[in-house]
């Protein structure tokens, strides 16, 4: 089996790393790591880079692009489920009473410390685990979305530009 695997595996990579198709597959695959899939884009940035070394900048530009693309992507699911929500909640609230539980208080401490942050806190949206849900729940406290969308590009151009360049320069 890998005989047959490995020669179909280093075309594929060697397709997928044509500047015509390589920027575009970044780009692809930063924007929908940035959603709330669990998908990593640094070693589609990090191959295209090793087999093209001059599209250093555009690969860390595009992955940039795509994956803050995708973080606002997760800014708006998070505005329009806080919409829905409150709907629900609205005619919810005539039927039943609420119930504060452990679990809502401590949810509710975590909203008031993003909503100290601020926008600011999209900075952080480069982190594994936390960046995705992070970019939602700024929505979801309806933060500007210019301001996040600012500070989710910080981020992510730093996140791609650190670790190209360890990959590449120092392992």
């Not at 530009?61 to 995708?70: E, K, M, Q, S």
């Not at 929500?85 to 401490?109: C, F, G, W, Y």
Request: with cysteine.
């Amino acid at each position: 089996m890998e005989a047959w695997l490995s020669p179909l595996l280093a075309q594929l990579m060697a397709w997928l790393a044509l500047p015509e198709h390589g920027l575009s597959t970044v780009f692809t695959i930063a924007f929908i790591s940035a959603t709330l899939l669990p998908m990593g884009s640094e070693p589609a940035v990090f191959g295209l880079v090793k087999l093209n070394p001059d599209l250093f900048w555009a690969a860390i530009l595009v992955a940039t692009v795509g994956n803050t693309l995708g973080g606002m992507l997760s800014w708006w699911m998070g505005y329009g489920a806080h919409h829905a929500i409150e709907k629900v909640r609205s005619r919810k609230a005539n039927q039943s009473p609420t119930n504060d539980s452990m679990s809502d208080r401590m949810h509710l401490r975590a909203l008031q410390w993003l909503e100290k942050l601020g926008p600011k806190a999209c900075i952080l949206s480069w982190l594994p685990g936390v960046g995705d849900p992070l970019c939602a729940v700024a929505g979801w406290l309806k933060m500007p979305l210019a301001a996040c969308t600012f500070y989710m590009a910080i981020g992510k151009f730093l996140r791609y530009l650190l670790m190209t360049s360890l990959l590449l320069w120092v392992f």
